[in-house]
């Protein structure tokens, strides 16, 4: 394509642009993390160029696409099988790699529609040419940013665990980079532990932790807790919480129930049918556990935050609150608050006297494993040592990291 044609070529998209509706600035009212942005939209952001652009939609397609199914789980029991989700047309798709891309300080752009329907019409390496002068700027001339990462899975009315329909692929992104041969996800699986390569070690039943059994755990044994809180509505739903980087570690040998785990689920109680927003339920969960880092991975088993997730340190013989999370609510928290944790060591003095509140720090991140994934910020907690992610992004582009 010459210069001309090409300038030619741009100069009447923007004069279509400009004399179209303009895209609504306002932010979704309810984030939907289970479908991509409606609409033709491109993804943009300050001083990139198109290879950083197209290095950036393809290394989110690669995670998109060949996401291993509840590998990255402890609390679902390890490596169980591979799914991959092929289908570039499919919503699961298409808003993985929106999720992923506004995770890495990408902003979504959306066009009125009469422009992003002579954009999509276009040829890959005429669309090419146009995405190749705007996806840089930080002021959109073709539309509006319609979407920038705004811990959305911190909010209580976010979408999160829809299933997918159809949904056209409208992403001129997407229809503009090649997505054949594409690159292994990064962060890759960790090498299997011999010992997870093996027959199931020893196990027994989750153990059931209560203000009367406490005490007799073993001095030794580290101990969290935590505190859902929700309503009728949010029938079941909590957090699963899970051992970082369990996958390189030795198992854990469970042969009585009160030995400790590395990955649990603590949600609402669950019910026959929901109830009504106005009805409060909550759930306290305490649980013994293997010393080490764990993260808040996932909101039931339908998203997982491997793109960026709190995690805090828990040694032998610590008692850590993990703190109380309003998984119905405008701001989940924590609340750290020790009074739930308190209250519930009254019969363990022991325990009580070496009880604190956890260190959350944001950002840790690992393979994704589940139907939908994005990452979770605590506000105000500091980022893990490198991570650039979620709300610690520049809009700038980054520095392609070599995979030597």
Same mark, same amino acid.
């Given at each position: 394509?010459?210069?001309?044609?090409?300038?030619?070529?741009?100069?009447?998209?923007?004069?279509?642009?400009?004399? !179209?509706?303009?895209?609504?600035?306002?932010?979704?009212?309810?984030?939907?993390?289970?479908?991509?942005?409606?609409?033709?939209?491109?993804?943009?952001?300050?001083?990139?160029?198109?290879?950083?652009?197209?290095?950036?939609?393809?290394?989110?397609?690669? &995670?998109?696409?060949?996401?291993?199914?509840? #590998?990255n789980a402890p609390m679902t029991g390890g490596?169980?099988?591979?799914?991959?989700?092929?289908?570039?047309?499919?919503?699961?798709? #298409?808003?993985? =790699?929106?999720?992923?891309?506004?995770? #890495?300080?990408?902003?979504?752009?959306?066009?009125?529609?009469?422009?992003?329907?002579?954009?999509? &019409?276009?040829?890959?390496?005429?669309?090419? /040419?146009?995405?190749?002068? =705007?996806?840089?700027?930080?002021?959109?001339?073709?539309?509006?940013?319609?979407?920038?990462?705004?811990?959305?899975?911190?909010?209580?009315?976010?979408?999160? @665990?829809?299933?997918?329909?159809?949904?056209?692929?409208?992403?001129?992104?997407?229809?503009?980079? %090649?997505?054949?041969?594409?690159? $292994?996800?990064?962060? +890759?699986?960790?090498?299997?532990?011999?010992?997870?390569?093996?027959?199931?070690?020893?196990?027994?039943p989750l153990p059931a932790i209560t203000p009367?059994?406490?005490?007799?755990?073993?001095?030794?044994?580290?101990? =969290?807790?935590?505190?859902?809180?929700?309503?009728? &509505?949010?029938?079941?739903?909590?957090?699963?919480?899970?051992?970082?980087?369990?996958? !390189?570690?030795?198992? $854990?040998?469970?042969?009585?129930?009160?030995?400790?785990?590395?990955?649990?689920?603590?949600?609402?109680?669950?019910?026959?049918?929901?109830?009504?927003?106005? /009805? &409060?339920? /909550?759930?306290?969960?305490?649980?013994?556990? =293997?010393? @080490?880092?764990?993260?808040?991975?996932?909101?039931?088993?339908?998203?997982?935050?491997?793109?960026?997730?709190?995690?805090?340190?828990?040694?032998?013989? %610590?008692?850590?609150?993990?703190?109380?999370?309003?998984?119905?609510? #405008?701001?989940?928290?924590?609340?750290?608050?020790?009074?739930?944790?308190?209250?519930?060591?009254?019969? %363990?003095?022991?325990?009580?006297?070496?009880?604190?509140?956890?260190?959350?720090?944001?950002?840790?991140?690992?393979?994704?494993?589940?139907?939908?994934?994005? +990452?979770?910020?605590?506000?105000?907690? $500091?980022?893990? $040592?490198?991570?650039?992610? @979620? !709300?610690?992004?520049?809009? !700038?582009?980054?520095?392609?990291?070599?995979? %030597?």
């Amino acid at each position: 394509m010459t210069i001309i044609w090409k300038a030619a070529l741009v100069a009447t998209v923007l004069a279509v642009g400009a004399t !179209s509706p303009a895209a609504s600035q306002e932010r979704r009212e309810r984030a939907n993390l289970t479908r991509p942005t409606a609409g033709h939209t491109y993804y943009s952001r300050a001083g990139a160029t198109l290879a950083s652009h197209n290095d950036a939609v393809r290394a989110c397609a690669a &995670r998109a696409s060949a996401t291993p199914q509840a #590998q990255n789980a402890p609390m679902t029991g390890g490596l169980v099988g591979v799914g991959l989700a092929t289908a570039q047309d499919n919503a699961r798709f #298409q808003a993985n =790699v929106e999720n992923c891309m506004v995770v #890495q300080g990408w902003s979504v752009v959306r066009l009125p529609e009469n422009v992003g329907e002579q954009l999509f &019409r276009m040829k890959r390496d005429e669309l090419t /040419e146009v995405l190749s002068i =705007v996806v840089g700027r930080a002021t959109p001339e073709l539309g509006d940013i319609v979407r920038v990462f705004d811990n959305e899975a911190a909010r209580g009315d976010t979408i999160w @665990g829809a299933m997918p329909g159809y949904y056209g692929e409208d992403s001129l992104s997407l229809k503009a980079v %090649d997505l054949r041969n594409l690159p $292994p996800p990064i962060p +890759a699986l960790l090498p299997l532990h011999p010992g997870r390569a093996v027959v199931q070690s020893p196990s027994a039943p989750l153990p059931a932790i209560t203000p009367e059994n406490v005490a007799s755990l073993p001095p030794e044994t580290a101990l =969290v807790i935590i505190r859902i809180v929700g309503t009728g &509505r949010t029938n079941g739903e909590g957090l699963g919480i899970g051992r970082a980087n369990f996958r !390189s570690l030795p198992p $854990p040998i469970r042969r009585v129930q009160t030995d400790p785990v590395e990955g649990f689920y603590a949600g609402v109680k669950w019910t026959l049918f929901k109830g009504s927003n106005r /009805e &409060r339920r /909550e759930t306290l969960v305490a649980m013994p556990v =293997v010393p @080490g880092d764990y993260r808040i991975e996932s909101r039931m088993n339908t998203m997982e935050y491997c793109l960026g997730a709190p995690v805090t340190r828990v040694g032998a013989g %610590d008692v850590v609150f993990l703190g109380t999370f309003d998984i119905a609510g #405008q701001v989940m928290g924590p609340d750290m608050s020790l009074e739930p944790a308190t209250a519930f060591l009254a019969n %363990d003095p022991a325990r009580a006297s070496r009880l604190r509140a956890a260190e959350w720090r944001n950002g840790h991140v690992a393979p994704c494993g589940m139907v939908y994934f994005y +990452a979770l910020e605590i506000p105000g907690a $500091p980022f893990e $040592p490198g991570y650039a992610g @979620g !709300s610690s992004a520049t809009r !700038s582009p980054p520095s392609i990291p070599s995979r %030597d």
